[in-house]
Nanobody, 127 residues
Framework: QVQLVESGGGLVQAGGSLRLSCAASGGTFSSYAMGWFRQAPGKEREFVAAINWSGTSTYYQDSVKGRFTISRDNAKNTVYLQMNSLKPEDTAVYYC????????????????????WGQGTQVTVSS
């Protein structure tokens, strides 16, 4: 059983930056591809970014390309989401998720393919 705990959310002005962290415990972190999703008020949860188990492959939703960067540190059991040039439309609860993919080099963008989820962290971008 893997536990995921997000941190780093908060209130920021448009154009600002935040770095989200997701700390994992209870499993072998390097066996999991990781993803970030978000859910804005009144909307469905959507894919933001994902990274494979080794950190060599990443994938982004079009609206965050060039502004967000996903990375991981397997020695620290942590995945990060660096968010720059934030916009009010980035306001949402951000969730990290883990996809067991031991020995498989893959990235998933669908929620249903993820095995474990964190509780979420709120990001609010003011205009």
């Amino acid at each position: 059983q893997v536990q995921l705990v997000e941190s780093g959310g908060g209130l920021v002005q448009a154009g600002g930056s935040l770095r989200l962290s997701c700390a994992a415990s209870g499993g072998t972190f390097s066996s999991y591809a990781m993803g970030w999703f978000r859910q804005a008020p009144g909307k469905e949860r959507e894919f933001v970014a994902a990274i494979n188990w080794s950190g060599t492959s990443t994938y982004y939703q079009d609206s965050v390309k060039g502004r967000f960067t996903i990375s991981r540190d397997n020695a620290k059991n942590t995945v990060y989401l660096q968010m720059n040039s934030l916009k009010p439309e980035d306001t949402a609860v951000y969730y990290c998720a883990a996809d067991f993919s031991y020995g498989i080099n893959r990235i998933n963008i669908r929620e249903r393919n993820y095995d474990y989820w964190g509780q979420g962290t709120q990001v609010t971008v003011s205009s």
